[in-house]
């Protein structure tokens, strides 16, 4: 056995059993891997894979096992590389952050900006993405770091801590009726256009459920995932917008929009930070979380990682 026919045996199932694609991924020739693959299912005396002629069908039984297996070995090789890294290189390396639109535009600058004076040598790389796609990338190694509002507490495979929490506001043209209203109601708001987000982003369920259990129809006339597109529809007069509480906190003082406090009506959500099972944190990942939030300490995360931060709220 080997980790050559390791990263094939992953790899064809990340590629969904295509081993052209397989091929093309890592760079090599599909006869090579189709051999690899063969000889380690003959070491091993189990099928892997079902094979409909030289196409790869489905993983079998045993196969489940093996590739769980698998997955431990190819986690704790990325593990041993990157203590070589921190070791080698104690204050350098490569920061891959995944996020959504949100937590990108308002929640990470400043941390992302304090981490880079810290830590000059590091390459941060964020990518944006979906709740889930966020939960996707850490899974697949393609991301150290994730932060979310929903889905990350659902991937039984991910170390999640809630780190901070934020509410709803409406977001109202100056000479709109409803910004002189103190106090806003859900009826009030149900009678309007409203943009807000897309039903997986940003809280968005919350503001379906309010609504639904006070059993009123709402008018949804646009919905976005980007706030600051929320924003602009809102100023072009198609309706009121529902948008997370930071997205509303540069707006310049004496602009042409006007928030109204929602937590009343939609309740407050939770943001979370996301880690992989079983990965490695190096110095610099750790540290970018305590920026995020001052809830979050070294010592608290790595409890976390060891499977002791299911006690742990705000």
């Known amino acids: 056995m080997n980790l050559h026919q390791f990263r094939f045996v992953q790899e064809a199932v990340r590629r969904n059993l295509n081993l052209t694609e397989t091929a093309k991924a890592l760079f090599t020739s599909q006869p090579g891997i189709s051999k690899a693959i063969l000889e380690l299912e003959e070491e091993l005396g189990i099928d892997i894979f079902v094979r409909h002629g030289k196409r790869l069908t489905r993983v079998t039984e045993p196969g489940q096992d093996v590739l769980r297996s698998v997955d431990v070995i190819m986690r704790e090789i990325a593990n041993l590389k990157r203590i070589g890294e921190e070791f080698s290189k104690q204050d350098s390396g490569r920061l891959s952050i995944a996020a959504t639109h949100t937590q990108a535009r308002y929640v990470l600058p400043e941390p992302i900006t304090q981490l880079r004076k810290r830590f000059p040598k590091v390459q941060v790389s964020l990518h944006q993405g979906t709740p889930e796609q966020v939960a996707r990338m850490l899974l697949d190694d393609t991301a150290d770091i994730g932060l979310a509002t929903e889905s990350l507490a659902d991937f039984e495979d991910l170390v999640t801590l809630p780190c901070y929490e934020w509410q709803h506001v409406v977001v109202l043209p100056l000479e709109h009726p409803l910004a002189a209203v103190e106090r806003l109601s859900l009826e009030q708001l149900a009678a309007e256009p409203l943009i807000s987000y897309h039903p997986s982003f940003t809280g968005r369920s919350r503001i379906d459920q309010a609504f639904a259990q006070r059993r009123l129809s709402t008018n949804i006339a646009l919905e976005a995932i980007d706030s600051d597109v929320i924003k602009t529809y809102v100023r072009a007069g198609l309706g009121v917008g529902i948008v997370a509480e930071m997205s509303m906190r540069h707006e310049p003082a004496g602009g042409d929009l006007i928030s109204k406090p929602a937590g009343h009506l939609f309740g407050s959500n939770t943001s979370r930070v996301a880690f992989r099972k079983g990965a490695y944190l190096r110095s610099y990942v750790l540290t970018l979380a305590e920026l995020i939030s001052d ?20």
């Open 295 to 314: 809830r979050l300490s070294r010592s608290l995360i790595e409890r976390a990682m060891l499977g002791h931060g299911d006690d742990y709220s705000l």
